[in-house]
């Protein structure tokens, strides 16, 4: 009987270790996935300006290729296209290289920063008052709206119009969303954080309790800035470029103020989602260029 139990803890023991390595393992994979998207962001960005792309792939050799003569992005597409951009972000921790540490280095830095102080702002600098809270969140939420309703927006207006452009840019915003938000779902599952309003603003991470309501990485911020991104890579103005990024800026702060993410939630978030709507809308601009 003696002998019987020592067996089953065993067990179990080693099953834990398994289980926490295992996750360990995929955390490492995914934190790396978070900093490196800005590989296959620039490398598109070089594609899609011919003048220096032969420079640009000198120094991002393992950035994915476009294949030649393909045809305009079509709503039809997307699906395909998703397809291809999941593989490529979620394969891009294997093409990490050294030169790289310029990005990653302080993006990391930063997000250490922000993990190690989330406990103290949201406890100490941010209002608990219940009225500030609420209109942040109601602030957030609307932002939030505006960029969902901005590629049908655009993609009626195109289609409509019989306007090329404004039809690119729409199917590509909302291609970026929909990356992001796969993106961000992911790394939601791996994490597994708790939200600020549990346990007196720990924070903890890997608690499986939390279930598909993990707050690492916000998905407002995702969705917000991977739109931002997408709307001033296709109308490269000041103007377009400051209401994009003003909005996706508000969003931010407001998911903290409204104390739904701590600090690191949102740098994160915001960070995974610019990079992936910079490299959807670059990966794709060769195409429009082809056309005109």
Not at 150 to 177: C, D, S
Not at 181 to 187: A, K, N, S, T, Y
Request: charged share 15%; net charge positive; with cysteine.
């Amino acid at each position: 009987m003696h002998r019987s139990r020592i067996y089953v803890l065993s067990r179990k023991a080693l099953s834990g270790c398994v289980f926490s390595n295992i996750r360990l393992i995929a955390s490492l994979w995914v934190l790396g996935l978070s900093f490196s998207l800005i590989l296959p962001a620039a490398g598109a960005k070089a594609q899609a300006l011919p003048e220096i792309a032969s420079a640009a792939r000198a120094s991002l050799p393992d950035a994915p290729q476009p294949a030649a003569g393909r045809q305009e992005v079509r709503l039809r597409s997307v699906p395909t296209d998703i397809l291809h951009d999941q593989a490529v972000i979620w394969s891009s921790p294997a093409r990490i290289r050294l030169h790289d540490l310029v990005w990653l280095a302080p993006l990391g830095a930063a997000s250490g920063i922000a993990i190690a102080t989330d406990r103290a702002a949201m406890r100490d600098v941010v209002s608990h008052d219940p009225g500030f809270t609420n209109g942040n969140i109601n602030a957030s939420n609307a932002l939030v709206g505006g960029f969902i309703a901005a590629p049908v927006a655009m993609y009626g207006y195109g289609f409509l119009e019989h306007h090329t452009h404004a039809r690119q840019a729409g199917i590509l915003t909302g291609e970026a969303m929909v990356d992001g938000l796969v993106v961000e779902q992911g790394m939601k599952l791996i994490f597994w954080r708790e939200r600020p309003n549990v346990d007196n603003y720990r924070g903890r991470f890997f608690q499986s309790s939390v279930g598909i309501d993990s707050s690492f990485p916000s998905s407002h911020c995702v969705v917000a800035w991977s739109a931002a991104a997408a709307i001033a890579g296709e109308h490269p103005s000041r103007w377009t470029e400051a209401a994009a990024y003003t909005a996706a800026t508000g969003v931010s702060l407001t998911r903290v103020l409204g104390q739904e993410h701590f600090p690191s939630d949102v740098l994160v978030g915001s960070a995974a989602g610019w990079l992936v709507g910079h490299y959807v809308t670059h990966r794709h601009r060769w195409r429009w260029y082809k056309m005109h």
